[in-house]
């Protein structure tokens, strides 16, 4: 049967059973591919077949699995565990060793897949077989596998006396006495050196016994009792003793205090124990010394670990221990208990672990904490001097030299830090405990976590930064930087110029500042600040808020010279030193006190505060160009005059003063000393840096003098008379108190004004065309303002502000208060705005833009001369505002209310209105106006003249005063409630309704009480005063069937299209039917009649009432006149009331001559009919 041969993995116990045979000049049982075809098989079917189907199962994993299922099925229990036979037929003993074949034959098998039910065939073609038959077989199998025969048998001089064979080991047994124990090379030998100082080696298992022991190159090496020396073993254990393990594969020291040293992995046992330089070290039980391990776990006990200079894994485990990382990246855990920890130079991760754990950074350390927990400082010297004895290391044993950087974690306690000379870097930001970093010389670096710290940089430019809790940081020498951090910080330094920073965009508690008087020029920095404001000042030594986030505690009133606020609207104030304020970004107020002083604004709308009153030596202001707008105030200053020039850049003095000295004193800015009393001249000067850099100016309580420059200045001249010069640029003056002159110069300039209060008698100094300026009293909110900007005189303004304008044309803008302003305008082109309240506006000459605001407001317009192209602006439901051209007496005036594109008013006035209902009122002047109406509820007032009015949608009031006035009304749609007032003898008015064309009209001229005119349309005519007769004339109808009646007037009523009725009632009245089959009734007077197109009656009625005196039997003649009927014709009848006339009898009438008789009486004429049938009358 060919086979072939394929690589297999094997135990190491099969590699050292092979090296014995081949020893003994055997070979193992994979030798030869022929091992399948051997005698041993010859005659078992079984077998062959079984290896014929496993090409890739080879030599001991076969034989082993082969073993042990026979040795287990057979039930022969002589031959469990035993295989092999001696000369004398005795067994070889090997115990489990076919066991342990099949357990490591069983994982490849698994591996490579075998079909275990072929080897449950092997197994059931032997069982049936003799104990005998199956012994010779395994013996025959497996003889050269067990390595032991006769050979070794018939050599007992390679064993000691008393030796034996046990499980295919030989076994040496020493005396009590220093024996050298040695089996012969390649043997598996059992050696026990019993009592006496042995040498064992080169054994497979080594036991020492009770003597003193050297082992050395052994497979297994015990130390038993005695102080033993183990060596050069792959396992070695000390056992009881003080025992020495080098150079061992594995070393365990056993009971007893043990040093074991350069082996690969090292345990100490239960004592205290020395483990230095192995690969892997582990103290186990008791207080344990580890050094130069890579790998070093304390185990139990108070433990002494020190790292290699490479990267080391050191572990405290439980117990108060000590652990220094060395030299390279290390990772060092404090385990449970309290210890103290060391990372040393390179990348350090330490691990407190649970307990109150130190971690003392030498000075071969940079380092980072992650997470601590709290004790105290005095509590960790305590501990270290007590339980390890190394107070000495922990104070002088440490020289930072910031090599690496180390990382802490978990739940150490406490750090101590005690620095040399060179710079260090020392973050422990996010460590939880107390740290005391104690930096020495040298510029460190020093950054803690949310302990309660104590950071000390000695001398050098150190940095120290508490991180959160209630930390103390001491800068002492050198230019230092300080940051407390969150928690209530105690911030000191003694010398150098030192930087206190604050971040208080978060949560910082109440941190006090220590610094001694000139011990250096420090700052207080809140540049990090980017989203809270910031209030500070530098003189204040009570507690102090400087926002929600910080409260402030200063020392000394002078030991901080210099601020910086953050990117918000900061106040900072400085004290009597020569301080330097850097506002930063936002809106800041800049106060720098007594002292030559420098402020700086930076970027946003800046304000420079000076009481100019007191000493404040020479100042410096310094802002960059288009940096914000800036201002210069002297507000605070109340008895000294100010004089400021925001265009000069060369120092100038501001304002001077007296200084009154009772006792030797040194004069702030002269340097004088004087020790009479005596009064002094004193000056504040000012520096500015640029001559565009300040945009505003204000002054105090004198006499004030502020010029601006090119800017777009704001001056105020507060209290006193003041002289305000705003020079190139678009100015804001404001003069307040006193007598001022405000002189914009050149620009868009304006004059601010609160004439709520006493301001005087101003002047304002503007020229022709040198922009266009304003005169502005938004902020005056309790008073009335009445300006005409072309009046030249001086003007009271109102009781607080009288006002001169040293040109008619040279401001062109007037803002009003919020009261009953009245603004006048100029021949410029003028913006009045009136503002809230009930104002009135009039622009006069120029292309002007009035808008009164708020309010009911009056915008007047005298239309009689040229007034350009005007423009009113006026917001929905802004108040009832009206048009008035009142004083216009010589023009026509035409305005519609609801058109917003520029319309034609007259030849002087166009006008424009920007809604078409932000208008309500209109008022004509003295000719003939047409005024139109909105859809809002119009009040429109024709004046004198021959008015036409139309209001339009809403319920309006219509006047035409005096003169014929039309009223015109679209009744298509809906109008709304109108009311029309007409005063007596006002001329002779109309109501048209000619517009209508789809609605009938009804309407009676003598009903003074609401009327419904049509669905659209409710109508009061109302009666003058003193009269009960509504004084309107006439009417005209519209397109469809209208209805309309007169009054005791003469009317004149005009039915245009349709079917009308028309009514004169009393009166001489004229009634023009129009297109239509009309009724004309002319009622009582001498009416005139003119049915127009259609068949139209023409009732006499009432009137014959006034012409006739009637009885049964004759007719007379009245003087009262006759009805006058202007185009009867074809289809055109007459209607008489019998009742009026007193007859039925057509016979008694009669026409000649055109005129229609009643007997002798002429009852109507008809013009131009020349004939005339009787029975076109009609008797009703």
């Known amino acids: 049967m060919a086979t072939t041969t394929t690589s297999v993995v094997f135990p190491a116990w099969y590699d050292e059973m092979a090296a014995t045979l081949k020893q003994q000049g055997k070979s193992p049982i994979i030798a030869s591919p022929d091992f399948y075809t051997g005698a041993a098989y010859a005659g078992t079917t079984a077998i062959a077949n079984v290896a014929a189907s496993y090409t890739t199962y080879y030599g001991l994993l076969f034989a082993g699995e082969m073993i042990s299922e026979i040795l287990e099925r057979t039930g022969n229990k002589n031959l469990a565990g035993y295989f092999g036979t001696t000369s004398d037929n005795s067994s070889v003993v090997f115990p489990n060793i076919g066991d342990q074949w099949y357990q490591d034959g069983l994982e490849i098998v698994t591996q490579v897949m075998i079909d275990f039910t072929e080897s449950a065939n092997l197994v059931n073609s032997l069982t049936g077989s003799s104990s005998n038959s199956i012994t010779n077989t395994v013996t025959s199998v497996f003889q050269y596998i067990a390595g032991y025969g006769s050979a070794y048998e018939s050599k007992p001089n390679r064993f000691i006396q008393g030796n034996f064979w ?62 033993d020396y183990l060596t050069e073993n792959s396992t070695a254990k000390g056992g009881a003793g003080k025992d020495y393990l080098t150079k061992n594969s594995t070393a365990e020291g056993g009971d007893g205090s043990d040093y074991l040293t350069n082996n690969t992995t090292a345990k100490g046992g239960n004592d205290s124990d020395w483990l230095v330089s192995n690969a892997s070290a582990s103290g186990e039980g008791g207080d344990d010394y580890l050094v130069d391990n890579q790998t070093a776990s304390g185990g139990d006990g108070n433990d002494y670990i020190i790292g290699t200079s490479g990267n080391d894994d050191l572990d405290g485990n439980n117990g108060n221990d000590y652990i220094e990382g060395g030299n390279g990246n290390d990772d060092i855990d404090g385990g449970n208990d309290d210890d103290l920890l060391i990372g040393g130079a390179g990348d350090d991760e330490i691990h407190g672990g649970s307990g109150s754990d130190i971690v003392v950074f030498s000075a071969d350390s ?118 407390g951090g969150s928690g209530d910080d105690l911030l000191s330094d003694s010398s150098g110029n030192n930087v206190y920073v604050f971040d208080a965009d978060s949560a910082l508690g109440t941190d006090t500042i220590v610094e001694s008087t000139n011990s250096g020029t420090d700052t207080v920095n809140f540049s990090d600040t980017t989203t809270q404001n910031i209030t500070l000042d530098l003189i204040k030594t009570t507690q102090q808020t400087v926002n929600a986030n910080l409260s402030l505690i200063l020392q000394d009133t002078s030991g901080i010279k210099n601020a910086i606020g953050g990117s918000q609207n900061d106040n900072l104030t400085g004290n009597n030193l020569n301080n330097s304020l850097e506002g930063g970004n936002g809106n800041d107020t800049l106060s720098g006190g007594v002292g030559n002083d420098t402020v700086s604004g930076g970027a946003g709308n800046d304000v420079y505060l000076f009481d100019a009153d007191s000493a404040l030596g020479t100042n410096t202001i310094i802002e960059s160009n288009n940096a914000g707008i800036d201002t210069v105030n002297f507000s605070d200053t109340t008895t000294q005059n100010i004089t400021l020039d925001l265009s000069k850049t060369t120092q100038q003095t501001v304002a001077n003063y007296l200084v009154k000295i009772s006792s030797p004193t040194v004069l702030p800015s002269f340097g004088l000393i004087k020790t009479t009393q005596q009064t002094v001249d004193g000056y504040f000067s000012l520096l500015l840096n640029n001559a565009t850099g300040i945009e505003n100016a204000i002054g105090g309580s004198q006499n004030d003098n502020l010029t601006g420059n090119s800017l777009d200045n704001s001056l105020e001249g507060r209290d006193g008379n003041d002289i305000l010069s705003g020079g190139a640029g678009n100015d804001t003056l404001s003069g307040s108190a006193g007598n001022d002159t405000l002189s914009g110069d050149a620009g868009n300039d304006v004059y601010l ?62 803002i009003g208060g919020s009261l009953n302003d009245n603004l006048t305008g100029n021949s410029l082109d003028n913006n009045l705005e009136g503002r809230d309240g009930n104002d009135t506006l009039s622009g006069g000459a120029g292309n002007d833009t009035v808008s009164g605001g708020a309010g009911n407001d009056v915008y007047l317009f005298d239309a009689d001369s040229a007034l350009g192209t005007d423009t009113v602006i006026e917001s929905n439901n802004a108040g009832i505002d009206t048009v008035n051209f009142s004083d216009t007496t010589t023009q026509n005036i035409t305005l519609d209310l609801s058109k917003t594109t520029q319309q034609t008013v007259n030849g002087n006035l166009s006008l424009l209105l920007n809604n078409a209902t932000g208008i309500e009122n209109a008022i004509g002047g003295s000719q003939n106006d047409n005024l139109t109406g909105n859809s809002l509820d119009n009040s429109l007032e024709g004046g004198n003249g021959n008015d036409t009015l139309s209001g339009g949608a809403g319920n309006d009031n219509l006047s035409g005063d005096f003169g014929d006035d039309v009223y015109v009304f679209d009744a298509d749609s809906a109008l709304g409630a109108d009311k029309i007032t007409e005063f007596i003898e006002s001329g002779i008015d109309t109501v048209n309704f000619s517009d209508t064309t789809t609605q009938t009209i009804n309407l009676d001229l003598s009903k003074t009480t609401q009327q419904t005119v049509n669905s659209n349309l409710s109508l009061t005519i109302r009666a003058p005063l003193f009269s009960t007769t509504p004084n309107v004339e006439n009417a005209i109808g519209g397109s469809q069937n209208d209805t309309i009646t007169g009054n005791s007037s003469n009317n004149s009523l005009e039915g245009r299209e349709g079917n009308d009725i028309l009514n004169g009632n009393s009166g001489d009245d004229i009634l023009n039917g129009g297109a239509g089959n009309d009724m004309l009734i002319g009622d009582s007077g001498n009416d005139t009649m003119t049915g127009g197109a259609g068949n139209d009656v023409f009732q006499l009625s009432a009137s014959a009432t006034r012409r006739f005196s009637l009885s049964s039997s004759s007719v007379s003649w009245s003087t009262s006149g006759s009805d006058w009927i202007k185009d009867f014709g074809a289809g055109d009848r007459i209607q008489i009331d019998t009742n009026d006339v007193g007859m039925s009898n057509r016979s008694a009438f009669r026409f000649q001559d055109g005129k229609l008789f009643v007997g002798n009486n002429v009852l109507a004429t008809l013009e131009g009919v020349t004939s005339f049938n009787v029975n076109n009358i009609e008797f009703i």
Do not use: C
């Not at 306690?413 to 060179?422: D, F, H, L, P, Q």
């Not at 950054?447 to 104590?454: A, F, I, K, V």
């Not at 902020?779 to 005409?788: E, F």
């Open 166 to 227: 046990e499980g295919g080991i030989a076994v040496y047994d020493g005396s009590n006495k220093r024996d050298y124990l040695k089996p012969e090379k390649g043997m598996l030998a059992r050696v026990y050196g019993n009592g006496g100082d042995d040498y064992i080696t080169e054994a497979y298992q080594a036991y020492g016994g009770t003597g003193n022991d050297y082992l050395t190159n052994n497979r297994n090496a015990e130390g038993d009792d005695g102080d």
């Open 366 to 483: 940079d380092f980072t904490a992650t997470r601590v927990t709290t004790t105290t400082v005095q509590n960790a010297v305590n501990w270290l001097a007590k339980q390890v004895g190394l107070k000495t290391v922990y104070e002088n044993r440490f020289d930072i030299t910031g090599q690496g950087t180390d990382k802490i974690h978990d739940d150490v306690e406490t750090i101590v830090i005690n620095t040399g000379a060179s710079a260090n870097k020392i973050n422990v930001s996010a460590f939880t405990g107390t740290a005391t970093v104690d930096a020495g010389a040298g510029n460190d670096t020093i950054e803690t976590g949310s302990g309660n710290d104590l950071l000390a940089g000695n001398t050098g430019d150190d940095l120290l930064n508490g991180g959160s809790g209630a930390d103390f940081l001491m800068g002492n020498e050198g230019n230092d930087t300080l940051i």
């Open 753 to 814: 004004f609160d004439a709520d209060s006493a301001l005087g008698t101003d002047t304002v100094i503007e020229s022709n065309n040198a922009g266009t300026d304003t005169v502005n009293f938004s902020d005056t909110t309790t008073q009335n303002i009445t300006l005409d900007l072309s009046k030249t005189t001086q003007q009271t303004v109102n009781g607080n502000l009288s006002l001169l304008l040293n040109s008619a044309t040279g401001v062109e803008n007037a």
